[in-house]
């Protein structure tokens, strides 16, 4: 799969083997392997897509996706939105009720993505350092109960 540009975009170099599995390692209190999961996207045999979900977090009924990529080439082309409905699916027939997502603030392609799936709740945001580079990161959420206004208002604190 292609994403590197995401990685040079935050100033991280890509993951290698011992690097990804230390970051699936690293999780919050409280919380193991078992509650996380990981969805991919396939494109004619090749990966295309890419995602972590924590779920339970940070309280029960509600699931986090802590990171979603895309092949380069692939972008565009529904397999984001893809991942995301398999996720918010599996989230409502585990009985959550909320779906939230962390978008660092600079990347527009991805807010617009997490805005056209329903992400419109902005719960938090709070200044991060990924690599050698500052960002803000944003936490939006989703309801998954069907009927469910959206709501939108004042942000929380950092």
């Known amino acids: 799969m292609r ?11 890509p ?16 919380y193991s392997r078992a509650d996380e999961a990981i969805y991919r996207a396939y494109r004619d045999g090749d990966l295309s897509g890419y995602a ?5 977090f940070p309280e029960a009924g509600r699931w986090i996706i802590g990171i979603v990529l895309v092949d380069a080439r692939q972008r565009g ?16 027939a585990a009985g959550a009720t909320a779906l939230a997502a962390g978008v660092i603030t600079t990347r527009e392609r991805s807010l617009a993505l997490w805005r056209r799936e329903g ?14 580079v500052e960002a803000e990161v944003v936490r939006l959420e989703r309801s998954l109960v069907i009927g469910a206004p959206e709501v939108s208002g ?5």
């Open 3 to 13: 994403a590197l540009d995401f990685f040079e975009e935050v100033g991280d170099p």
């Open 15 to 30: 993951p290698t083997p011992e690097s990804f599995q230390a970051d699936l390692d690293d999780l919050p209190d409280g």
């Open 52 to 56: 972590e979900v924590l779920r339970g």
């Open 77 to 92: 082309a529904g397999v984001g939105r893809g991942v995301v409905d398999a996720i918010a699916e599996d989230a409502r």
């Open 119 to 132: 992400f419109t709740t902005e719960v938090r945001r709070r200044p991060i350092v990924i690599g050698d």
């Open 154 to 158: 004042p942000l929380g604190s950092a």
